[in-house]
């Protein structure tokens, strides 16, 4: 956990005074066998009630001053450790979206959540419980030994003893433990990432009948986690029942010797009680120090799981400079080569053009050909492997990010909606925008219609993923989240898939008269390509032709061959 310690540094008052209180409630707590020793002693043996009340007393304020420095504690350890797991919380969600697509891509979107959730909360118990316990139960131990050492010396060294043998037994836990915590914390993750790939894939597995092997798979992944954890658990419920055993036995050895130094005089009954009683205190101290490893150590691993991901930088620094919009250059690529990490062959190689402002580019192929990856390169969504990509007159790189997305209004080929109304979705691109940006926006996506005809309109709450739409409904609505930003380029990547040919054509009518923005449409289909100023052709990742619908029909037989399918 030291590597995520500057998140307590706001809580250093209570990382002070939380083991504090708990150290004087401990104090109070070593006092009471002591009492005891003289109410056996003197109450008891000489028959005074009134010494033995008066006793009694002081063992009750000391009880009522115990627990409210125990309160105070708990107040202060609960405050430091939820304010820790918020700030690291917030920290941990923060970095995740600084992070460019292909760390996000290298570490996954399931671990991510499990580190930002679970993680965050092992973390979290584990400042929690050291305020508690860290100083209290080591003190409580040391101080039992120490009172008892007051009382007969020989007798304490049966503490002694004893002490080296608990501590060995932690020490081997805990050494054992940690890389198991670890790694089901992995196997946690492979869980939540095939639940979340099940989730969104439930339509295709119920219509391959894939439910039986999926659950196989599930019922697999839970089964491997659930030995890896029992084989923890089976060290770790070692732990307390050895530290029973070792330190009953203790009380034997005490209650053994002890009763043959009251026959010859040395030890009183009460000191004999007293002796006990700490011997228990340290019981007690030894399994909370128990419990408190196996807390410290699942939040150690999971520490160590946050620290990764806090430690990880964004392979693509930032620039500095403002998009200058009003270029005539809107888009240049420069004999560009990009291969996705790890994927082996080129995405795209050597790819050129230039477009310039105002003006269409179209974006055809086969399925892996390349074209979404000329859109990511764009957006800076990753950086070319090889070349140059400029946009408004400028390498890509040289910009602030946050900029360059404001400029550039991108609609994905999955179109993604948020839990919310029409409304509220709308207004990502533009927090500000007015009712009647909003409605020409959705005028151009051809999505007013559908729109007005809910009973609420604008205010119609969207579920997760608007999945209270159809496909078609959930692809305008995102092209006119995209168009409310007023961007000064718009990307449609295969965002029109489930149109129809009559809103796709009125669709295309209505961007094409939004004067001055440029755009860049990736389509399976030629004929919504047609009208493009420059049309890419790609195949392979490779450019087998550029130009004009025209032009390539003579040029290009890709280009023709998908054209006359599609014209069928």
Not at 207 to 212: N, T
Not at 302 to 307: D, E, N, Q, V, Y
Not at 402 to 414: D, E
Not at 519 to 528: F, G, K, L, N
Request: hydrophobic share 45%; proline share 2%.
């Amino acid at each position: 956990m030291q590597k995520l310690l500057r998140f307590l540094k706001p809580y250093v008052p209570y990382l002070i005074f939380g083991p504090l209180f708990k150290l004087l409630e401990a104090i109070f707590e070593l006092i009471v066998p002591a009492v005891m020793a003289k109410i056996i002693d003197n109450g008891i043996g000489g028959h005074d009630i009134t010494y033995i009340w008066k006793m009694i007393g002081v063992i009750v304020v000391l009880g009522m001053c115990g627990l409210g420095f125990a309160l105070t504690c708990q107040y202060l350890a609960a405050r430091c450790a939820f304010g820790y797991g918020t700030d690291l919380r917030a920290a941990l969600f923060r970095h995740i979206q600084t992070l460019s697509q292909t760390e996000l891509d290298k570490l996954g979107s399931s671990t991510l959540i499990n580190r930002i959730t679970n993680d965050v909360t092992a973390s979290q118990s584990g400042v929690n419980m050291f305020i508690r316990l860290a100083s209290r139960a080591p003190f409580l131990v040391v101080g039992a030994i120490v009172m008892a050492l007051l009382i007969d010396w020989q007798l304490s060294l049966i503490f002694l003893i004893i002490a080296p043998i608990v501590g060995f037994l932690l020490y081997f836990v805990m050494h054992r433990t940690i890389p198991m915590y670890g790694a089901n914390q992995k196997r946690l993750d492979r869980i939540a990432r095939r639940t979340g790939e099940n989730l969104d894939g439930v339509r295709v597995i119920r219509a391959f009948a894939r439910q039986k092997q999926e659950d196989e798979r599930f019922a697999e992944d839970c089964a491997e986690l659930e030995r890896s954890m029992l084989a923890a658990g089976r060290i770790s419920a070692v732990l307390n029942p050895l530290t029973f055993l070792i330190l009953n036995l203790g009380i034997v050895a005490v209650l053994w010797f002890g009763g043959g130094h009251v026959d010859t005089g040395r030890l009183s009954q009460g000191d004999l009680t007293a002796f006990a009683n700490y011997m228990t205190q340290i019981l007690l101290a030894m399994v909370q120090l128990a419990n408190l490893i196996q807390i410290l150590t699942k939040a150690q691993a999971s520490s160590l799981r946050i620290a990764e991901v806090l430690e990880t930088r964004s392979s693509m620094q930032d620039g500095t400079e403002m998009p200058d919009t009003a270029s005539e250059e809107a888009i240049c690529f420069e004999h560009v080569t990009f291969g996705y990490p790890g994927a082996g062959d080129a995405a795209l190689e050597d790819i050129s053009f230039t477009l310039q402002k105002g003006q269409t580019l179209g974006l055809i192929g086969g399925t892996g050909s390349g074209k979404s990856t000329v859109a990511a390169l764009i957006t800076r969504s990753y950086d070319p492997t090889e070349g140059t990509v400029r946009v408004f007159g400028k390498d890509v790189r040289s910009y602030k990010g946050t900029a360059l997305h404001r400029c550039i209004g991108t609609v994905p080929q999955k179109a993604v909606l948020f839990t919310g109304t029409i409304a509220e979705n709308l207004r990502w691109a533009d927090a500000d925008a007015d009712e009647q940006t909003i409605r020409a926006a959705l005028e151009t996506a051809q999505a007013a219609e559908f729109v007005d005809a809910m009973q609420y309109g604008l205010e119609t709450h969207l579920v997760q993923g608007g999945r209270n739409l159809s496909g078609g409904q959930k692809q305008r609505l995102t092209i006119a989240r995209a168009l409310t930003g007023k961007p000064a380029m718009l990307i449609l990547d295969d965002s029109m898939s489930a149109l129809d040919y009559a809103t796709d054509a009125a669709l295309r009518k209505a961007l094409a008269e939004r004067q001055g923005m440029t755009t860049v449409v990736i389509s399976q289909r030629a004929t919504s390509l047609m009208h493009a100023d420059l049309i890419l052709v790609l195949e392979d990742g490779r450019c087998v032709g550029q130009g004009t619908h025209q032009e390539l029909l003579k040029t290009c037989d890709v280009y023709r061959e998908i054209y006359e399918a599609s014209a069928k």
